[in-house]
């Protein structure tokens, strides 16, 4: 309900139920959403998305066990398995594709995960605003 209520963007609401909530609501909805504030190609959008759902490895060098297994710490992550952001392609994409969308790939990343967090710090306001502040 204080999500409903707090003063964001509908692709904030709508992002924050995707991913804390597993449900993106309409799906179709929340992509025309995302269409509309990110310009990239659908494959990008859908690897940015993907990407901003599931970032549990590091997309450089798989937590330090491929490219850089040799090194004490991975130059991509500094060893936390993470990497902050993609240095190469998504899978099928050329990479003359890649350097003309890569700043607003990650661009992209970077919104959907500061919407997430606005619309969450606004929701929690929300529900711990006092019921004498709030009229």
Not at 4 to 23: E, I, S
Not at 98 to 127: G, N, S
Request: hydrophobic content about 40%.
């Amino acid at each position: 309900m204080a999500l409903a209520k707090a003063d964001v963007p509908d692709v904030a609401r709508r992002l924050v139920r995707w991913r804390y909530m597993d449900d993106p609501g309409e799906q179709e909805a929340t992509l025309t959403a995302l269409r509309a504030r990110f310009p990239l190609p659908d494959a990008l959008l859908g690897a940015a998305l993907w990407e901003w759902l599931s970032p549990a490895i590091c997309l450089m060098c798989c937590g330090g066990r491929a490219n850089y297994a040799h090194l004490e710490v991975c130059p991509a992550c500094q060893g936390s398995g993470i990497a902050t952001k993609r240095h190469a392609p998504p899978g099928g994409l050329t990479v003359e594709v890649w350097r003309r969308y890569e700043r607003d790939y990650q661009r992209a990343i970077d919104d959907m995960h500061d919407l997430t967090r606005v619309a969450c710090v606004r929701a929690a306001a929300l529900l711990t605003e006092r019921e004498d502040e709030a009229c």
